[in-house]
């Protein structure tokens, strides 16, 4: 349906696109500011990995794990967000986490 049959003029047409592009520039800004936060975690997950692979620690920390999912998941209910979301993607850096400890294990 094109914006004369729904009735709304070039106007407001125009004024959705504009609020439309802005609220995407928001997004991109999140997106950006996420990736810099997943590269500082990375940083200090890197440190532990180089801790656990010298004092023989094992890569993984199931116990950890368990009470991390449980708090991300009371803080998403907080924040309005799916707990079920946050704990896949939690699973999905956690797996990530554990390849590279995994190979810092084999490296030293």
């Known amino acids: 349906m094109d914006a004369a049959a729904a ?3 070039d106007a407001e047409r125009e004024a959705a696109i504009q609020q439309l ?3 995407r520039l ?3 800004n999140i997106d950006a ?3 810099h936060l997943l590269a500082e975690r990375f940083k200090f ?3 532990v990995g180089v801790l656990k692979a010298k004092h023989g620690l094992p890569p993984s920390d199931p116990d950890r794990e368990r009470k991390q999912i449980a708090r991300l998941r009371e803080l998403a209910l907080a924040a309005q967000l799916d707990p079920a979301f946050a704990e896949k993607w939690f699973n999905f850096v956690v797996a990530e986490v554990i390849h590279h400890h995994e190979r810092l294990q084999s490296e030293v």
């Open 21 to 23: 592009l802005g609220i």
């Open 26 to 28: 928001s997004i991109d």
């Open 45 to 47: 997950t890197q440190n």
């Open 33 to 35: 500011a996420l990736i």
């Open 7 to 9: 009735g709304e003029s």
